[in-house]
């Protein structure tokens, strides 16, 4: 077996179906909605708690003069309890952007030929944005190698940008002349490996 075949069969990379992708949106997504809604209530139910504490505390406290003291002795309470929900919800959506960002990179990385499979991954990475918008819902955007918006549409961006603009690495493209090439060698065709064009090269170098 050749070294470029065993090469090949090493990096067989992990694919993602569409239905798979679909169902970890939709899973980041309700899980998302869940925490902000937890949050929500948590938040809802401790001003309760803390207006009724403050109330019979004030009462107690007004023949004292304490009552600024005992004020902000509440807000403080209050405010550390809120930070420490907002750490916990903070991290569990930072790990599902990344979860939700790495299954794009996995899907159109295999589409790359193996000698680019490294680069594709560059590639991707640095042109997927994922993030959560005001509404707590994961949005994807998917940008050109310019940095602008391309399309909110996965396959639209790859099909009519990716493809077009690094033909060379993407498995399955015709190049007709450009980045694969063949030459004679004692009569037989010797296809030469697929070189990243200067192009190509440039984008990488800036990521």
């Known amino acids: ?32 909605d869940e925490l902000l809604g937890e949050k929500k209530e948590a938040t809802r139910l401790a001003g309760e708690r803390a207006e009724s504490k403050r109330l019979a505390e004030e009462e107690s406290a007004r023949s004292t003069g304490k009552i600024q003291e005992l004020e902000e002795s509440l807000t403080n309470n209050f405010n550390e309890k809120l930070s420490v929900k907002d750490e916990m919800i903070n991290k569990l959506v930072s790990g599902q952007v990344k979860s939700a960002k790495t299954a794009i990179v996995e899907e159109f990385k295999a589409k790359f030929m193996p000698e680019h499979k490294l680069a594709g991954e560059m590639l991707i990475n640095s042109m997927v944005d994922v993030s959560v918008n005001d509404s707590g819902e994961i949005s994807v955007q998917f940008k050109s190698n310019t940095g602008e918006v391309f399309s909110t549409d996965k396959n639209t961006w790859f099909n009519d940008h990716v493809s077009k603009q690094f033909p060379e690495m993407i498995q399955g493209i ?12 004692n009569g037989g065709a010797v296809s030469d490996k697929t070189k990243t064009s200067s192009k190509t090269n440039g984008y990488l170098a800036t990521i």
């Open 1 to 32: 077996m050749s070294d470029e075949n065993q090469e090949q069969e090493q990096e067989a990379p992990k694919t993602y179906t569409q239905a798979e992708v679909d169902a970890l949106t939709t899973g980041l997504k309700s899980k998302n």
């Open 174 to 185: 015709d190049m007709q002349g450009g980045g694969a090439t063949e030459k004679k060698n």
